[in-house]
């Protein structure tokens, strides 16, 4: 046990006149006050409507899809994107991959091997509607953090199910996973640094395309 | 109703024409006016400068002069905002010391009884209208304290909306503080410059001939600058606009008045 | 690339003085007010849209008090959950503490690494806390070179400056000033002057160095008790790229950022990032806890600062200075921060929030001029996401100061203090008031000139109250005062006049 930590941790006794416990921050921390809104306000439909209204405020490009035709709209997506060279975490299905492009699994590529990468292609844990954020965590769906960072076009594909409108929400379904590396995407990097003019992509993808695979569960 | 005025020490020996106006509304709204002759300051400019002791004695004397009271208006509202946001813990630290028993409780019961002038008019009269008549082009600056810590909202601008005549000119950034911040305009002069420049050229953009406020420390500080620059634009606090009607052209007083 | 001088509070001009002379800089000003009007405006618009956005700033403030109450329950906490899961915690009482271990951990790192990779170099994410310790000069001192990697702080680092804002920190700077230094310091004479062309530069510039090198320092904006967590909020990607790719991670974290749990940053980054920058969320935010198997650094180390915190928080009625998220709305809204720019405040953290953090951190040895520093408009109170009373804690320090200032003999040397002293015993009774007010009358005379109009004004005072007259006028003291007047009316009786209009 430091110095520096016994003479720190005195200190703040001594201020607070009393020696914190965890039963008594435990019971004053549920009387805190949060009358701030958590539920959801709109309909499923408005949800996903607005984020995907959210998502083009950011420059992301934005498409719906039936979960029979996401081959067909990563096709297009991809083609689009002018990419070939695609990095994809372990998890993602062969099955809705399509052909004519090159898909390396990452399996622990260095910087420069996924500076190598055209783009990269993860689904989310989750997005937030209100904010136009997609969550990210390490997970074999999603990858880990480097993969979704250094190629210059992410394509996520997020599922309606795992749409939920605020922040207070999203926090709920994050708790259990809560401890792992965890990223909250809200559009391409962005910097106002030079004259607080708006510049998108310093670091980090500059392209950001969103597939929105609609589930039966959100209709 | 019976009104006592704290003209505040600053109003008294340099805005008396304020005071006059005050009186002058209240009477020819049909109330009687008194003036508890021993007042002299709140403790505003000690207690914000740091003279915190110094403020303390300052406070006792304030309740002995105004505790009988039926309401308590002054044309002030930073030392309004002074009273409401400090007198209580200043009456606890007075009555710790010892020798001030009661006096929060004093205190509680007059600052429900005490007014900034245009929340007097607004709030505890009900009015907007208040016989005025002045014809002229007026841009009106929200003191913070009265913006903020009073929160009087749009009680200023709906009285001063009701006067005949009036028109009123819309202030850009008209919330940004003037400069004056009390002892900040001479302990930090420059920066207290820099802001006024920066008001006193949103004044002069409305192209009105009047500057008014519900403080007369705001409008000594917009003052100094359009005068000093010999702009013809004047500044007058809100009372003695309200003060004009069709009769009365203020004319009269100690401080000049609208000629 | 050193970071040129620092803003040191110890050795900074009083703020009139520095003030002054920002105010002379008119290319800061124009600058400095461009960006603020328009952050103020983004702020503004995203707020609007939140009808619970009073609750969300009630609940944020009951959580940053509820965490100061408990802060040793709650670090206890922070440090077993990170060391739970690889995470390293150290401890510094001070700046000099702070450094010694952040400079001995690099080190480590360094050897780590062995041989084909020996160079001395360390990525820096943006952090104010760094800042607060002089942390970069230390680092060269000790033959180790930091790259910064936020664009403003590159910008500065570059141009051997001091950072201006908290989020914004080169916002002193144009594009034709940004411009000169990348073609310069980055050898890119063709170099273009729009915002695209220069943070493309920037880009390149750093890309190559995240790819390269392996340690990497960083502050927090939070730290999660509950989980051991870390939470780092940012824009522009270099903060993903330093947290990710290195693989030893040193985090140094104000004990004041510690909060209870995961769930409390609902609130936090639903109102920082409205705050901060305008947006409903801020590009990227990145939670991580400790070490993690196969994703991010495999070294892990946290290091807490005290530096004066828990000197803050023993003063019960200034304690509410550390719940401060780091957001600058109090900044971008300061009518004072507004005309000078950050510079003036000589310390890292300016504003209204460094007015009154820099002077408790100092422990009111140095700084005594920053809580002056305000016209107490309460602007910044307005918009503060966890409604930090800041004109209070600046009232209350300005007492502190007084106390010290006028303790025993000193007060004899203080004519501001003897001049409030007299002034009181005045205003204590009406008589002497009385006799003041007509001394005034006198004492003026020679001072008064008539304008155009007849009026009598001054426009000279001498001495201490020269600042006024140097840029203002000063109307002259009537010849009656208020209440002279009214005793004259009431020996008068009332005249027919004023009690014959009948009220509407």
Known sequence: MSDARTAILRRIVEANSSQGTAEAAAESWELLPRDYSVVSQRSRADVLELLQDRLRDYDAAVVRCEPALLTMTLNATLTAARVHRIGIPQGLQELILPAGFEFVIDEGMSPSELDGLDAVLTGCILAIAETGTLVLQSTIDHGRRALTLVPDVHVCLVRSADVVETVPQAFARLQPTATMPTTFVSGPSATADIEMTRVKGVHGPRFLHVILIHDDAAT | MRIALFITCYNDTLFPETGIAVVRVLERLGHEVEFPAGQTCCGQMHYNTGYQDEALPLLPRFVQQFRSAEAVVVPSSSCVAMMREHYPAMARRLEQAGGHDGLSGDVESLLGRIYEFSELLTRRLGLSDVGAYFPHRVAYHPSCHGLRSLGLGDGPLSLLRSVRGIELADLRDAEECCGFGGTFAIKNAAVSSAMLSEKSRAVLDTGAEICTATDNSCLMQINGALHRKRTGVRTMHLAEILACTQAYKNAEGPGGGFP | ?504
């Not at chain 3, 310790?133 to 590159?154: K, M, S, V």
């Not at chain 3, 502050?219 to 967590?229: K, R, V, Y």
């Not at chain 3, 590009?283 to 196969?294: I, K, L």
């Not at chain 3, 700084?367 to 520093?373: E, G, K, M, T, V």
């Open chain 3, 1 to 504: 690339m050193s970071t040129g001088t620092a803003l040191d509070p110890r050795t900074a001009p009083p703020f009139p003085i520095a003030a002054a002379r920002s105010l002379e800089d008119s290319q800061l000003r124009k600058n400095v007010r461009h960006a603020t009007d328009v952050i103020q405006g983004k702020r503004a618009r995203v707020v609007s849209e939140m009808p619970d956005w009073e609750a969300l700033r009630i609940s944020g403030e009951a959580i940053r008090r509820h965490t100061m109450k408990h802060l040793d329950e709650y670090l206890r906490q922070f440090e077993e959950n990170c060391a739970r899961v690889g995470g390293v915690v150290h401890w510094a009482r001070d700046g000099a503490e702070a450094r010694a271990l952040v400079i001995r951990l690099v080190e480590e790192a360094v050897e780590n690494e062995g041989p084909h990779n020996s160079l001395r170099e360390v990525l820096k994410i943006k952090s104010m806390t760094t800042e607060e310790i002089q942390l970069n000069q230390a680092l060269e001192f000790a033959g180790i070179r930091p790259y910064e990697t936020d664009l403003a702080e590159l910008i500065i680092q570059l141009g051997h400056d001091q950072p201006s804002h908290i989020v914004v920190p080169a916002l002193h700077k144009n594009r034709q000033q940004i411009r000169e230094l990348f073609r310069k310091e980055m050898d890119l004479p063709e170099l273009g002057e729009s915002p695209e062309e220069l943070a493309e530069a920037a880009r390149r510039f750093l890309r190559t160095r995240f790819l390269r090198v392996p340690i990497a320092i960083s502050g927090a904006n939070f730290l999660i008790a509950e989980t051991g967590g870390v939470c780092i909020v940012e824009s522009e990607g270099n903060g993903r790229m330093c947290l990710t790719l290195p693989r030893t991670l040193i985090t140094l974290a104000g004990i004041d950022k510690v909060l209870p749990r995961f769930r409390d940053l609902e609130v936090l980054l639903q109102t920082l990032p409205r705050s901060a920058t305008g947006e409903r969320m801020n590009p990227y935010n990145s939670m991580w806890t400790g070490v993690q198997r196969a994703d991010g650094p495999k070294q892990f180390h946290v290091v807490l600062l005290d530096n004066g915190r828990t000197d803050v928080l023993a003063d019960i009625e200034a304690r509410q200075t550390l719940h401060c998220i780091r957001c600058g709305a109090c900044q971008n809204v300061c009518p004072v921060y507004r005309e000078t720019g950050g510079h003036a405040y000589g310390s890292v953290y300016a504003g209204p929030i460094g007015a009154i953090l820099t002077p408790q951190l100092q422990r009111l040895q140095h700084a005594r001029s920053l809580p002056y520093a305000s016209s107490l408009c309460g602007a910044c109170y307005e918009v503060c996401p966890v409604k930090i009373n800041i004109p209070e804690v600046l009232i209350h320090l300005r007492n502190k100061v007084v106390r010290r200032d006028t303790a025993g003999l000193r007060v004899l040397g203080n004519p501001e203090a003897l001049a409030m002293k007299a002034a009181s015993t005045i205003f204590r009774s009406e008589r002497r008031f009385r006799a003041a007010q007509r001394l005034g009358r006198l004492a003026q005379r020679p001072l008064e000139r008539k304008d155009a109009k007849g009026e009598p004004w001054v426009s000279s005072l001498p001495g201490f109250f020269g600042g006024w007259t140097a840029t203002r006028d000063l109307r002259a003291m009537p010849k009656q005062t208020f209440r002279e007047w009214w005793e004259n009316r009431s020996r008068n009786n009332r005249d027919a006049k004023y009690s014959a209009e009948a009220p509407r």
